[in-house]
């Protein structure tokens, strides 16, 4: 039998990444939503690079509480502040809880605006070298980090 214990992805986020000092999971309408179609965020809108890169991802499905959630989360948190996990919810984090909930607020957001693009088309998506300068104009900014 899997044991599941709702803390484990907590537990081994705060040990795997030293830097992150805060964990936010949600199950919050649009990013729960999005993560039933398991689909990632692409780069439609420039605030995608907040969670750390071009995109952000869904992980694939788990039990909760299981390891294999944790390790499938882990593994799309990698060089990233937030992922989604499929048909399930979201993680944000942060190096303190002001920064993590920003995060989670955001991707609540861009989860919102993707799912509304969705129903009429298939958004433009910025290209890797527009979101390298987001990402490099964002080092400036102390509320989201480097
Ligand atoms: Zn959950």
Redesign the pocket.
């Known amino acids: 039998m899997v044991s599941a214990n709702p803390l484990r992805f907590h537990l081994d986020i705060l040990q795997s990444k030293p830097e992150v000092n805060a964990v936010i ?1 949600t ?1 919050s309408m649009f990013a729960t939503t999005l993560s039933t179609l398991r689909k990632g965020i692409p780069p439609f809108h420039y605030m995608v690079a907040l969670a750390g890169g071009d995109d952000i991802r869904c992980a694939p499905y788990a039990l ?1 509480g299981s390891q294999l959630l944790s390790d499938h989360a882990l593994a799309a948190l990698s060089n990233r502040k937030a992922c989604l996990l499929a048909n ?2 979201m993680i944000a984090m942060g190096d303190n809880l002001h920064k993590a909930l920003a995060i989670a607020l955001e991707v609540e957001t861009l989860a919102e605006q993707y799912l509304h693009a969705l129903q009429v088309g298939e958004p433009h998506l910025l290209t890797h070298d527009e979101m390298r300068e987001v990402i490099e104009k964002f080092k400036g900014y102390g509320v989201w980090g480097k």
């Open positions: 999971h199950h909760f399930h919810g």
